[in-house]
């Protein structure tokens, strides 16, 4: 596969690690009342989806950025790529 | 025996004599000539024996389809099994033997196996070696493997090399046969970078072995001029050998370019080289396979694809027969006997299956329409053939065509599913291919030359101007389309002998209809049932006959009854090529530590510590054994001083204005206030709550930090780290850097430690007030190397760690030796460094194990409760903190002479050993020259309020029961005075 790096163009899925689920990226708030809960949703529950998957990749052999790449699980089809922390700030985790 | 069937004409250079070997004997060849060309000139039928029955094989196709003629190449250590006589070229001095038989090819002793052949239909093994269970492992599968071998390795390593290597292109166009080339001259011509790879070692296709006429010239000579061009064109690449053998996603393709597998020695090039080619576009021309008609007996040397009979006669100058006999359901069958005609051999007969007025008429042959071959006579190849009439004609090579199969592999390897078209009696290429991918030519069911030359011109055009570029304003190669008729049949049913479908794998007509009978009727099920298709030719001649038979038994139609689809590879790939260089040490390659080249010099043996090679222990002259050298390097260093190359501890610098509040986060301890040259200890979870990983980290300014890891885990650390900052934390200023390769680290430890350093670090106060436990510092060492100090220890000792720029690390071991020469100083290994940290009570890699907690580890007191850190809530859990829990402690043997076993389970004294019972295990142990005894750390449960108790360690696989004494996992200096002295 190649996955379209937003800083650095397309690379081949060879330099990357594959994480999974980019719900990781939604670690629950640990002072809420059912944090427990919460953790063991984010940590142990995860949809297994055939098609549309956003999941976490990592640019071991490149850049180190942690991207979010959406991919069809069926057809390996890439429709989007994007670095993993402007979508962890977009989703407000700035502090 | 001299080339008796070589007749004129031909692709091969005459002027260039080889010599080969076929079974021992001699024979000659030319240049030009695969194996099996040069051994049909000869008249050399026979060449193999059949995979289950033994039967004599011989070659039955002119390509990479071939499933019978399968030899063996070359000698010793390059011993080559399965190789298909029908691709490898000739050079001299080949040596080639035939396979699978036991005696001489001609008197195969296992040929008794075919007359048992009533008893060994599809399924025959899963129904007959059910029982008893314990004669399968023992007798069943030795006598089977040895009766139904293929080729035999050399058992000794390949002396070739093998090489990988990435190519990019924007159009790769697979098969250089007429359709690829029009593709690859649009293409070439408009300027694209162009890639055209194709299996043969002459390029042009069915161009060669026909006798056509392209844009008024022979088609062979048509092909070498587009050759002659595309080659002078510096946008085109052309590869010969190199079979496209995997379509992955993304427009990846796998390639197989065999470099020298056509001479007699490598001569220190690579062999074979495995590329990754990554194309915008595809252009698949990868044209077609002729299937054969089943009929009794159709096995026989002799026998051959009609369309391979052409081939050998007009690209080899071989004539495969002096009498040839063509069995045909179309109009291309016809064609083998008009050209054979023309060069002189003489044809017995044609049988056509249809009922249509002959094609044509030759003097001296027989033409019967609507007739069939029910069976054929003649030992070690064909003599006589027998036609449905009754009829006997003798011959000694019958050219059968089934028809044409569009080769539709790649097609598939992304599951595309091909679709029937009825008009040729075969599969096409589906909508769903391989993104990017377009196919032409006979691949894609356009059977005839004209069509062939024109969809490729087309398609390419089509491609060149999608990529943005303008067409070359030229017209397409012209040539008339041939008559290609074709009405479907696929075995004669009146044959009352066996007729073969997958001649590999030994399976018949009536293996099929059996399969079909005891229930096996989807197409997968009788792939599996009776092996059809799962040779190493992957059925290529075999499938569509076999799943038409199927068809018939279940009264659908065939695309009814659906088709296997192909995965990668397209032909068999050395896993020679797959390693590449990998092989060896280059498979896992590891580092060496910067005083490697000191520690070699000095007696050291070497382990692989994650991926660094480190020194073991030092042995010194005299020295028996491994512990004399260990317990020394122990003794010494805990009496005075020792030296150790600590540089494999990840170690990753941190900075930003939030560094601190960074480490605040991944650490489970308090980091905020640590003061600018201190380091503190930190434990990391994950997020399960379980132990992660442990370390030290140094504040060395405001805003900067270095952190170091243990070895195993220092790039999986490093990766989370970069996954808490970008993803968990954004909003932080914070920026990692791994710097483990950067710095040589050396610990300097025992109680003449800080009298050595001080002898080395430039003017810096080494006193306990000024320099105290668990202090840090920038400064230079030897007068003016750039050096960071950290008082930290493992060993429980006074101890140092000093790090400077890693290519002086072998310098400052020496150094380090030399000034520490008046105290003593030992060098010591990973060995003495294990003892220490257990005699001391640390826990490394086979505590934090990532099935133990803090809490287990006796590290509650390093958990925060006044912040937030990764693994907080889920460590918090009950499952993982019960009273129960397992604790970390030390044991030590009730009679003191008594080894302890690492791996070792607890049990309560006097209970019976189950798992039950089961209360931890030992997870580390050393034999403790300080206290002359072993010591060991494990888990037990509830552990540290059991000091005392005596429990039986239990290790049946390794050394019976001992009772062992829970202590403190300190064996030395509990208070640690030593280390803050």
Known sequence: MIIDHPLLGPRD????????????????????????????????????????????????????????????TLTHEITKVELARDVALRLGRDR | MSQINRIKGGLIDRSQKLEFRFNGRVFHGHQGDTLASALLANGQRLVGRSFKYHRPRGIFTAGSEEPNALVQLRSGAFQEPNTRAT???????????????????????????????????????????????????????????????????????DPDVYDKGFLHCDILIIGAGPAG???????????????????????????????????????????????????????????????????????????????????????????????????????????SIERPIAFGNNDRPGIMLAGAVRTYVNRFGVAPGKQVTVFTNNDDG????????????????????????PLTSL???????????????????????????????????????????PNVHLTCHQRGRPEWQSDIAAFVPGQNLPANMAVVGTANGLLTLGEALRSGHQIAEGTVSDLGFTAARHSAPVADNEASGVSAFWYVGESRKRAWLDFQNDVTVKDVKLAYAEGFRSVEHLKRYTTLGMATDQGKTANIPALAIMAECTGKTIPETGTTIFRPPYTPVPIGALAGRSRGKDFRPYRLTPSHKWAKQNGASFVEVGNWLRAQWYARAGE???????????????????????????????????????????????????????????????????????????????????????????????????????CLFPGLDVHLISVTDGWAQFAIAGPNSRKLVQKVVDGLDMSNEAFPFMACAETTVFGGTK???????????????????????????????????????????????????????????NELNG????????????????????????SERAELTHEDAMRLVGFRPVERSKPLVAGAHFIAQGQEANTENDEGWMSSVAFSPTLGHSIGLGFIRRGHVRMGEVVTAYSPARGGNIAVEIVSPHFIDPEGGRQRG
Not at chain 2, 262 to 286: C, D, E, M
Not at chain 2, 373 to 398: E, F, M, P
Not at chain 2, 671 to 681: A, Q, S
Not at chain 2, 793 to 819: H, K, T
Request: contains cysteine.
């Open chain 2, 363 to 405: 003097p001296d042959a027989e033409i019967v329409m609507g007739g069939r071959v029910v069976d054929t006579a003649g030992r070690k190849g064909i003599s006589t053939c027998t036609l449905a009439n009754g009829q006997k004609i003798k011959t000694d090579c019958l050219a059968v065509s089934g028809g044409w199969s």
């Open chain 2, 334 to 357: 016809w064609r083998t006997a008009t050209d054979l005609a023309q060069k002189g051999v003489r044809i017995s007969a044609i049988v056509d299956s249809r009922d249509i007025a």
């Open chain 2, 851 to 874: 099935q133990t907690t803090a809490l287990d580890l006796g590290l509650g007191g390093f958990m925060s409760k006044k912040k937030d850190y990764i693994g907080k809530t889920l």
């Open chain 2, 787 to 845: 050096a960071r100090l950290f008082r930290i220890s493992f060993s429980g000792e006074m101890a140092y760690e000093i790090a400077v720029p890693a290519r002086l690390g072998n310098s400052m071991m020496q150094g380090l030796m030399e000034a520490g020469a008046k105290f003593d100083a030992v060098a010591y290994g990973t060995e003495a460094l294990g003892v220490m940290r257990i005699e001391k009570g640390h826990a490394a890699g």
């Open chain 2, 87 to 157: 691709v490898a070229q000739l050079f001299d001095g080949l040596e080639a033997t035939s396979q699978n038989h036991i005696g001489s090819l001609d008197f195969d002793l296992m040929a008794a196996v075919d007359l048992m052949s009533p008893f060994l239909s599809a399924g025959f093994y899963y129904k007959t070696f059910m029982w008893p269970k314990a004669f399968w492992e023992k007798l069943y599968e030795p006598i089977i493997r040895k009766s139904a071998g293929l080729g035999s390795l050399s058992m000794r390593e």
């Open chain 2, 181 to 287: 080339l029009s593709a690859a001259l649009s293409a070439g011509r408009a300027g694209v970078r162009v890639i055209l790879a194709d299996e043969d070692f002459v390029l042009g296709g069915r161009l060669n072995s026909e006798t056509f006429v392209v844009d008024g010239q022979p088609g062979g000579d048509w092909a070498a001029r587009a050759l002659a061009e595309l080659a002078s064109l510096p946008n085109v690449r052309i590869m010969a050998r190199t079979t496209i053998w995997g379509a992955y996603d993304h427009g990846v393709f796998g390639a197989l370019e065999r470099r020298t597998d056509h001479l007699a020695q490598s001569a220190g090039h690579p062999r074979q080289i495995l590329w990754r080619v990554t194309a915008k576009r595809s252009i698949l021309a990868a044209g």
């Open chain 2, 624 to 726: 028996k054994g491994w512990r004399n050298s260990v317990d020394r390097e122990v003794t010494m260093t805990r009496n005075s001083v020792g030296i150790c190359d600590v540089t494999t501890l990840g170690k990753i610098d941190i900075q930003g204005r939030d560094a601190a509040q960074f480490l605040n986060r991944v650490y489970t301890n308090a980091f905020l206030k640590l003061p600018v040259g201190r380091v503190r200890y930190g434990l990391m979870l994950r997020e399960d709550g379980i132990a992660y990983d442990d370390g030290t980290t140094a504040r060395l300014g405001e805003n900067h930090y270095v952190m170091t890891t243990t070895t195993a885990n220092a790039g999986l650390v490093f990766q989370r780290l970069e996954f808490a900052r970008q």
């Open chain 1, 13 to 72: 899925a060879a330099e990357f690690t594959y994480l999974g689920d980019a719900t990781l990226i939604n670690r629950p708030d640990p002072a809420a009342p059912d944090a427990a809960d919460g953790f063991y949703e984010y940590l142990y529950l995860r949809d297994n989806p055939a098609g549309e998957h956003n999941e976490l990749w990592y640019h071991e052999q490149g850049d180190r950025a942690w991207l979010v790449v959406s991919r069809n």
